[in-house]
């Protein structure tokens, strides 16, 4: 065996699993001297006596209760040999991550290692559904309805967003000129953005509608309201 294949088969090696000629020659290696192995026996040992301690403390089941659970394993681990033959009479390959997770889950594997394979598929597989849905979900349309904010002091204009704009490039385009959408969108897809310019000020909201005319990857159209 080699050093990567003996430093994976330690948890076994503790746990007292494997075969006479597996243990002999992982117990070979260790006399060699490899101290990153060593070091790992050490830690499991450990790890299991804790385990074992704990399991200790608690209380004992009762014989009904046990002899339920060892049907339940039983029960598992014939339709786990069922489905395994099913598997090879389909002649079906699976991918080779899939065959390695499944030897790895149908050897005698201690406890504590099945529970933290269990913790990081799970961490996995609700990482990659929230990066699903990231990726799918669409981009947020503001729909303001007509009247639904009182418009106040400050000049009015009727601004068009590019469709691919997302929701934090409109906000950072309307935090650039200090505007807020108080209606729309219309029918044709304007919405009408407050500004802080007082309504007489020309010059200031000509101001204001070139540069949102220069933002093109954000900004369709600008005009002043009608």
């Known amino acids: 065996m080699k050093h990567q294949e003996i430093i994976e088969s330690l948890p076994w090696y503790v746990n007292g699993t494997l075969s006479q000629t597996e243990r002999a020659e ?18 499991l040992t450990a790890l299991r006596k804790a385990v ?10 009762s014989p009904y209760l046990l002899n339920r659970a060892l049907a339940q394993i039983e029960d598992y681990e014939r339709t786990r040999v069922q489905a395994q033959d099913r598997q090879t009479e389909s002649a079906k390959p699976s991918p080779s991550w899939l065959a390695e997770m499944s030897a790895i889950w149908g050897r005698k594997t201690p406890v504590f290692a099945r529970v933290a394979l ?3 598929m ?8 929230i990066a699903v849905y990231e990726y799918n979900r ?5 729909k303001v309805s007509t009247g639904s904010q009182a418009q106040g002091t400050g000049a009015t204009v009727g601004v068009i967003f590019n469709e691919n ?14 505007g807020t959408i108080i209606g729309g969108p219309s029918a044709q897809n304007m919405y009408t953005i407050e500004l802080k310019v007082p309504q007489g000020n020309t010059a200031e909201i000509e101001k204001i509608l070139d ?3 220069q933002n093109r990857r954000i900004v369709s159209l600008a005009q002043q309201a009608q």
């Open 122 to 129: 799970a961490l996995l597989l609700a990482v990659g559904a």
């Open 26 to 43: 992982i117990a070979q290696h260790l006399a060699a001297g490899c101290r990153e192995c060593a070091q790992e026996v050490a830690s």
């Open 165 to 178: 704009a997302s929701e934090r490039d409109i906000r950072q385009a309307l935090d650039g000129i200090g």
């Open 138 to 142: 669409p981009p947020i349309i503001y």
């Open 211 to 213: 540069k949102l005319r």
């Open 52 to 61: 074992v301690a704990v399991g200790d403390q608690g209380p004992e089941p």
């Open 118 to 120: 269990a913790v990081q």
